[in-house]
């Protein structure tokens, strides 16, 4: 008997339109668990380094993590990897929500798509049924929409479904895939979906899951839920709101912008506004989400309620996560009433909320330059909120120009020349990042953007403040209950890293010191993708209730499996390794990993070496960002070596 996972993925292959239900290797599970882990070795395994994203050969797979559907609280993640349009790279999104849970219980760890189906369609997977149906009457519907019309058409208001909308049909390069309250939107994973024909996938399961030591496994998952309530009332002091207690940033209940409006900055990462924030923009902002924020909502089996219905008058209700509430609105320069209307035409449409309001203003500037002229824009609106509905419209049919802005900042600048490129200044690894410019270096957070494969700076950080206590005391009052460290020499670095002087940024943490932390933060995120688990019960908030030394008894009394500590963090240390050769295989080197020229207005060029040269040695890679023969040996990963060896990339040497 298998436990936590069902030990079958569901094959599709959608240019043949046949369907296999195959059982999977266990000795896989012990080495990567499963979610991200086991994505990963089968895209290592199944699609060669030559493939291009939009190959009927590339694979879309949609994974449940090892522990979704188990009662643990927050387990619900689906993993979606295939290779990227954007970047050309793995592209490993996650969406919270329903499915994840609604897959396993109807039988099935994964859905994997292979081939294109040369019509639109959809897959229903209904328990031990599954079919793939005509989607032409769906074509050009919103994604919320096209979810809605199938559950009536199965007539199964159960259904969980995950849809692209226009966008994903069109190939946009930022094309998300929407399912319930959250969705998968980065790198661009709703374009192949698309390229594949697949409409939507709607997933009803009503079995059950076994677990191997249910009542060890239950007292856990308890604990759990007592550790929430008691930080919920006990929000860690001293810090930014979203960081003070549990979940996804907040955002949908924080009303205080601040330090977000203040700090990230406005249009296509143009300029930073100080002082921004004041009594009557406080005021109009809490009205917009007042009016408009009908009911706070959770993911499935979550008592945290991140993101929350938005009715906006004259248009459908949405739902909508966590931060595009700012994003559209800062695009735009613009107001949170603006940033609710957009958010919701663009959650149809099915578009990435960190990159497409970024490439609509890099359209703007380009514009105000002169750099785009009045023919390329024919017909744009004069008011700043009508250009962004304007642009967003032709993006997503890639109409005119919307055909090249849809290919995201990166290629579009190169593209459009004529200086294009000095505006495309916001990316890493040809990915619009965090609009952010800041003025000193951090170290940490240096090698979070140089290294970072899923190209989402939120995705790896947590775990380490992100800024240094103005006192002792605050930092003695945090180290007290911060039982989530994985060693006590965290609880070090913190106490001594100061605001300024000779332990602050950049010397401080130490180069050590932040690879130490930078490999810990991100090895967390990389559990939790393997599991299933929302990083905002556990990577990604400073004090959450999973963490490293629970996690194993999680996992352990879940599957039967025997996971201490040392394992668990072994096999991340594989998985981690894994992707980063993955991508390797496809051209990632060093050369690629850096931070926008402008990220910080302070650089070290000397340390900034120190940093990546210290940081690839932790982690087994040479200097050259490619892991070593001797790292993949101890990993038990010489089929990674062999193949490298083989394409030359990998020389003896090394
Ligand atoms: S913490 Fe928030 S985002 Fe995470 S599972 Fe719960 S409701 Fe969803």
Wanted: proline share 5%; glycine share 8%; with cysteine.
């Amino acid at each position: 008997m298998r436990y936590a996972e069902t030990g079958f993925n569901l094959e599709i292959d959608l240019t043949r339109g046949s369907i296999e239900r195959v059982a999977t290797d266990p000795g896989e599970t012990e080495l990567y668990l499963g979610g991200l882990g086991t994505n990963a070795k089968i895209l290592w395994d199944r699609v060669p380094p030559e493939t291009e994203p939009f190959s009927s050969d590339n694979l879309l797979i949609f994974s449940t993590g090892l522990l979704c559907g188990t009662p643990a609280t927050g387990a619900n993640r689906t993993i979606v990897s295939t290779i990227s349009p954007q970047t050309k790279l793995m592209a490993y999104s996650m969406m919270g929500g329903f499915w994840a849970p609604e897959l396993k219980y109807a039988g099935y760890d994964k859905v994997i798509f292979r081939g294109k189906s040369p019509n639109l369609i959809y897959v229903w997977i209904n328990n031990d049924k599954v079919e793939i149906r005509d989607a032409s009457h769906l074509r050009g519907k919103g994604a919320g929409e096209t979810a809605e019309l199938i559950r009536q058409e199965l007539n199964e208001p159960n259904a969980q479904v995950a849809a692209i909308g226009l966008a994903g049909e069109n190939r946009v390069y930022m094309a998300s895939i929407e399912q319930g309250r959250s969705s998968a939107s980065r790198l661009g994973i709703g374009a192949v979906m698309g390229d594949k024909g697949l409409k939507a996938i709607a997933v009803r399961g009503t079995k059950d899951i076994n677990i191997a030591r249910p009542t060890e496994f239950m007292e856990l998952c308890n604990e759990v839920l007592k550790y929430i309530q008691v930080r919920d009332k006990n929000p860690v002091p001293g810090v930014m709101p979203i960081l003070a207690g549990l979940g996804s940033p907040k955002e949908m209940a924080v009303h205080d912008e601040k330090w977000h409006t203040e700090n990230f900055s406005w249009g296509n990462a143009r300029q930073r506004i100080k002082n921004y924030w004041n009594e009557e923009i406080e005021k109009k902002w809490k009205e917009s989400m007042e009016n408009m924020r009908t009911r706070l909502i959770s993911c499935y089996n979550c008592p945290m309620k991140c993101a929350a219905t938005i009715s906006v008058p004259g248009i459908s209700t949405y739902m909508m996560k966590c931060f595009s509430k700012l994003t559209y609105a800062m695009a735009a320069f613009s107001d949170l009433d603006f940033g609710f209307r957009i958010a919701q035409r663009s959650t149809e449409y099915g578009v990435d909320g960190f990159s497409t309001p970024q490439v609509m203003a890099f359209g703007i500037e380009l514009y105000e330059a002169g750099i785009l002229t009045d023919h390329d824009m024919a017909g744009i609106p004069s008011d700043k909120e009508g250009r962004f509905y304007w642009l967003l419209d032709r993006i997503v049919r890639r109409e005119g120009i919307g055909d090249v802005l849809a290919n995201g900042t990166y290629w579009a600048a190169r593209q459009i020349g004529k200086g294009a490129e000095v505006y495309a200044h916001n990316n890493i690894k040809k990915h619009e990042q965090l609009p952010l410019k800041l003025s000193m270096l951090n170290p940490v957070y240096f090698l979070m953007y140089c290294t970072g494969e899923k190209i989402n700076i939120t995705q790896i950080e947590g775990q380490f403040p992100q800024a240094p206590f103005l006192t002792m005391k605050e930092r003695e009052d945090f180290v007290k209950d911060w039982i989530q460290v994985p060693d006590e020499k965290f609880k070090k670095y913190l106490l001594d890293w100061e605001p300024r002087g000779e332990h602050s940024n950049p010397y401080y943490p130490t180069v050590e010191m932040s690879c130490e932390i930078v490999d810990w933060q991100e090895k967390m995120h990389y559990i939790d993708d393997t599991l299933g688990m929302c990083a905002g019960l556990s990577s990604f908030p400073l004090k959450p209730p999973y963490h490293i030394h629970n996690y194993p008894a999680f996992i352990s009394s879940a599957t039967g499996l025997n996971i201490d500590e040392a394992k668990l963090w072994e096999i991340t240390t594989r998985n981690r390794t894994l992707i980063r050769a993955v991508n390797v295989r496809r051209g990632l080197r060093r050369t690629d990993e850096k931070p926008p020229d402008d990220h910080w207005k302070k650089r070290f060029p000397e340390l900034e070496t120190q940093l990546l040269d210290a940081y690839y040695k932790f982690k087994g890679w040479n200097n050259d960002g490619i892991p070593t023969k001797e790292s993949l040996h101890k990993l038990g990963m010489d089929y990674v070596s062999e193949d490298l060896q083989q394409r030359g990339i990998l020389k003896d040497e090394r």
